[in-house]
């Protein structure tokens, strides 16, 4: 038997379809986020590469120590992952800590070398 009654079923379909645009919505979000961070990191390790390397041209210091004085007044927490001499390079990995939702608390990272110009 068949019921022929089909009252409320576009109330159904439209709370379905809210609760998909609110799923895809919430993702656009935290894929925002996620991306903000990588670009953050990066700005971070850019910034931090080249003040160590001129610290480390110059001779005025340990070049991982500026970079991480440099990271460590920053707002938004970016930090020092690894910070390497690499000839008259330097070679810096920060992290950015990133709130995902159900995910939890990921890193964004960026690397990130500098040195003279041959």
Known sequence: MRVQND???STIVGAAVIAALATVLVAVVYLG???VARHRAQSAADLAALAAASA?????GDP???????????DGGPRVDT???D????????LVS?????????????????????
């Open 83 to 85: 910070c390497r001499i």
């Open 33 to 35: 986020a996620a991306v």
């Open 98 to 118: 990133v709130r995902l939702g159900a995910l939890g608390v990921q890193d964004a990272s960026a690397s990130a070398r500098a040195g003279p110009v041959d």
């Open 64 to 74: 991982c120590a500026v970079a991480r004085s440099l990271i460590g007044r920053q």
């Open 56 to 60: 480390h041209a110059s001779g005025a």
């Open 87 to 94: 000839g008259q390079d330097v070679v810096m990995h920060v």
């Open 7 to 9: 009252d409320g079923f």
